[in-house]
């Protein structure tokens, strides 16, 4: 299979030869779930804490005495089974990150760059940098790649300096290296730019 690269100006500059066994046939979206689920699970603060009976405030002491008064039995105000009591069982700081096997990880990845590649939105420059650093030179640049107001990814080897502080204040636009780019930001991209240096190093990697 064969993607034509282009440069800067969206005109063809060359052709780059890709691996069926990574861009091509059936795309695994149930690897694509697991990843996703996995990367949402990681990013979970977890701060999240309720109190228990040690942490909220009231007396320790006896209400009153164990027999002879005709209520029931009780030890203190801090009881769970009283209003204002401690929580049992509630929500306490934990980390939601879980380890996903690596074999689980790449094949999400593949998968994510087939199906853009497969619905046409996947697109090859020959380069990625900036002359300036400025946002609105930027866009235009994007704009030109056919990348409008959606949500895209930007992939090279190596970030370029300029061009990620031009793009830093675009929301939709994500600028990251080969090396770190997730299953997740793929799928959640409606187009994709990767340099020829980035998808070479992207098929070595997941074949």
């Known amino acids: 299979m064969q993607l034509d690269i282009v440069n800067h100006n969206n005109e063809k500059v060359g052709a780059l030869t890709v691996s069926d066994e990574v861009f091509g046939g059936r795309v695994n979206t149930d690897l694509i779930w697991e990843s996703v689920v996995h990367e949402n699970a990681a990013k979970r603060r977890g701060t999240h804490q309720t109190k228990n009976r040690a942490n909220v405030s009231g007396s320790g002491k006896k209400p009153w005495r164990q027999k002879g008064t005709g209520r029931a039995r009780i030890g203190s105000i801090r009881n769970p089974l009283w209003r204002h009591g401690g929580t049992v069982f509630g929500p306490q700081p934990r980390s939601y990150d879980f380890a996903l096997p690596k074999k689980v990880g790449r094949g999400a990845l593949r998968a994510a760059l087939a199906q853009k590649l497969q619905e046409g939105a996947l697109v090859v420059v ?19 790649l056919g990348v409008g107001g959606g949500k895209a990814v930007l992939i090279d080897v190596a970030l370029d300096e300029k061009l990620a502080r031009s793009v830093r204040n675009l929301p939709r636009v994500e600028y990251v290296a080969s090396g770190k780019v997730t299953a997740r930001s793929v799928a959640n991209a409606e187009r994709v730019v990767a340099t020829r240096g980035a998808l070479e190093k992207l098929q070595e990697v997941l074949s």
Not at 132 to 143: I, R
């Open 126 to 144: 020959e380069a990625l940098a900036a002359s300036e650093m400025k946002t609105k030179a930027a866009v235009e640049m994007l704009a030109r």
